[in-house]
């Protein structure tokens, strides 16, 4: 069974940091190009940040979170993660990850992260 789940949201002041986590299982995680997604109330769901499966080093991230978001996975614990640091109010939102490999996708629950003072 393909699980995809994510933790680490809360609530948070501005310019603090938050570390999402995202445990995969039921696949094969390091062939997997992982992708972080974020979909704030009223908006379309958008794209974070991504990183390429095993073998390739190539991360790729959405310009409003550049330079202030990071992320890494760990193939050996099937886990991917997004260090968020200097978080803004409009970084408020549902946090989803995404396993792609070509045409199969897999998605997690999502998990809220509000910035907030």
């Known amino acids: 069974q393909v699980q995809l789940v994510e933790s680490g949201g809360g609530l948070v002041q501005p310019g603090g940091s938050l570390r999402l986590s995202c445990a995969a299982s039921?696949?094969?995680?390091?062939?997997?190009?992982m992708r972080w997604y974020r979909q704030a109330p009223g908006k379309e769901r958008e794209f974070i940040a991504s990183i390429a499966s095993a073998g390739y080093i190539s991360t790729n991230y959405a310009d409003s979170v550049k330079g202030r978001f990071t992320i890494s996975r760990d193939n050996t614990q099937n886990t991917v993660y997004l260090q968020m640091d200097s978080l803004k109010p409009e970084d408020t939102a549902v946090y989803y990850c995404k396993a792609q490999n070509g045409p199969i996708e897999y998605w997690g629950q999502g998990t809220q992260v509000t910035v907030s003072s």
């Open positions: 039921g696949f094969s995680f390091s062939r997997y190009v």
